[in-house]
């Protein structure tokens, strides 16, 4: 039977109860030093480095006393992979000639060794959006069998003035799913086209076009079942490139993006504009892993609480300015892992809960969140059983902070959870400072949350944190200088890191784990969120 008590005061009086946060800066410290250092090579998958990464996480969870988490009794749960990348090629669109990594950049996620396509027409579909709970609907019913769709970035209501139909139709400036790139091109998937392209704009994506071609071609994907479930190829078109195609056919871009923010706005074809594409592909397959833990529960063992964060890192890479090549991700996600194994630490010394716990950590987050994605395509176990997913991905190293960012603000009730731990630390939530971005479609945990899974995600890159030495400007240093080393050989463990605000967030996950682990809760998505609807679909199985 579901407790209908106001969240809030059930958080606010089962937190304020809580025992002193049981995480020690130092024991993260530690574990960052050994998982960033050059022994395990950046930690990429398929490398030695990561066998010795696997070995290190098992033998921690072992000595911890923690039970395998994984299918069959096994510590980990295999990742089967794919790598592709395109090579030199030929593509046109209508006469004009469009060359890779200027004014196209395309890649495929098909375990194929060709892209052909010959004469597709092409269609521009606005922004892509097929979101009946939102009464939007991009497509009006056309048939884009064998065509490439044409997408704009973003959200419908990005740019919309008042007046606009799409005006505060999704999130304002908030992005919600429908804006990403990664549903665009499932969307144009699932409406049987056979690639998709989308326009580039340094505001709507939220990073510059150097961004967009710095794979080079290569791409990640899990192996699937049903490989045509994905488009044959997928991409960008820089906003130059798109100005001269729409005006080949006819149409002006500017025009277009207005008219796509109407109600009524109808899919247009880029006439005399077809597409064409020659492009070898080689494909390789690899086996990655997964490492699960559990402690299980004493009364309500198939209900799950899910900590997360990702070990994967980018490995080796060509000589930064010191000659260093090792890309050792110490905060992203080093940190964060260190933080899983404090918590699961914390909870073995602790009594054992009503529900169970589990601490997952995850392979292939840096190359398109794979391993998490595995793992929620065929999840050990049901989520409709879990309660929530709690990750950490990325944690601040500068001291004591007077608040904890909120990624992805107005998704699910797990916030207010979130406030109330953070009251009992004296301290605030401040919802993330560039929600356009869309961080919250970023991490391992949405890979749960859009199968319905309620979830929270704490990540420092989201706002300058409210440092209590120093206050808003000194983390806004903080992270300028961290963004300059993101994904770069400096992400290292430095000795000078002050981790006591790191503490504080990962002690924040054991109290409101703590507090759903010994409950009957079950947490929800806010009305206004893309994932209700499918949380709504397994009811009958939390009653």
Not at 31 to 40: G, I, N, P, R, W
Not at 320 to 331: E, L, S, Y
Request: charge should be neutral.
């Amino acid at each position: 039977m579901k407790i209908r008590l106001p969240l809030i005061g059930l958080a606010a009086v089962a937190l304020t109860a809580a025992a002193p946060d049981p995480i020690s800066p130092q024991r993260l410290s530690a574990d960052v030093k050994t998982l960033a250092s050059d022994s395990f090579e950046g930690r990429a998958p398929g490398t030695p480095g990561e066998t010795k990464t696997i070995d290190w996480l098992v033998a921690q969870f072992r000595a911890m006393g923690l039970q395998p988490g994984g299918p069959d009794g096994q510590w980990t749960q295999a990742v089967p992979l794919i790598r592709t990348q395109i090579g030199q090629g030929t593509m046109r669109a209508g006469a004009m000639p469009l060359v890779q990594g200027q004014g196209i950049y395309v890649s495929t996620v098909r375990p194929v060794d060709r892209v052909a396509i010959r004469n597709a027409p092409m269609v521009f579909v606005g922004y892509g959006v097929d979101a009946p709970e939102r009464g939007w609907d991009d497509f009006k019913g056309i048939d884009l069998k064998g065509k490439i769709a044409v997408f704009l970035v973003n959200d419908p209501d990005f740019e919309a003035a008042e007046g606009d139909a799409a005006k505060g139709k999704f999130g304002d400036r908030r992005m919600t799913y429908y804006g990403r790139w990664t549903y665009k091109f499932e969307e144009a998937a699932r409406q049987g086209a056979v690639g998709a392209l989308i326009v580039h704009d340094t505001p709507g994506a939220g990073y510059g076009w150097a961004t967009v071609t710095a794979p080079a071609g290569e791409n990640y994907d899990i192996v699937r079942s049903d490989p045509a479930s994905r488009v044959l190829l997928q991409g960008w078109l820089s906003g130059e490139s798109a100005t001269k195609l729409f005006a080949a056919a006819g149409l002006n871009l500017a025009d277009q993006r207005k008219a796509a923010r109407r109600a009524d706005f109808r899919p247009v074809e880029l006439k005399g504009q077809r597409f064409s594409a020659e492009l070898p592909v080689t494909t390789v397959r690899a086996e990655s892993r997964n490492v699960l833990a559990k402690l299980p529960g004493k009364t309500h063992p198939d209900e799950v609480v899910m900590f997360g964060a990702h070990w994967d890192a980018y490995g080796k890479g060509a000589p930064d300015a010191q000659g260093r090549t090792i890309r050792p991700g110490a905060n992203d996600d080093a940190l964060g892992v260190a933080g899983v194994l404090e918590l699961a630490r914390a909870f073995k010394a602790a009594p054992q809960t009503d529900r169970s716990l589990v601490f997952a950590l995850w392979t292939g987050e840096e190359r398109g969140l794979l391993g998490s994605e595995t793992y929620a395509v065929k999840p050990v176990y049901p989520l409709s059983k879990t309660v929530a997913n709690l990750t950490l991905d990325i944690l601040q190293t500068a001291g004591p902070a007077r608040d904890v960012m909120l990624v992805g603000d107005g998704q699910n009730d797990l916030e207010d959870r979130l406030k109330a731990a953070a009251a009992t630390q004296g301290r605030t939530v401040t919802p993330e400072a560039l929600p356009e971005r869309g961080l919250f479609y970023r991490a391992d945990h949405f890979s749960v949350a859009r199968r319905g899974v309620p979830t929270l995600l704490l990540m420092a890159i989201s706002g300058a944190p409210d440092l209590v030495e120093g206050g808003r400007p000194a983390g806004q240093t903080w992270l300028d200088d961290y963004m300059r080393c993101y994904h770069q050989s400096c992400d290292a463990w430095d000795a000078r890191w002050d981790l006591r605000g790191a503490a504080a967030d990962v002690g924040l996950f054991y109290r409101i784990g703590h507090d759903l682990a010994d409950g009957r809760d079950w947490p929800e998505w806010r009305s206004g969120s893309e994932f209700k609807a499918i949380r709504n679909e397994s009811a009958a199985e939390r009653r």
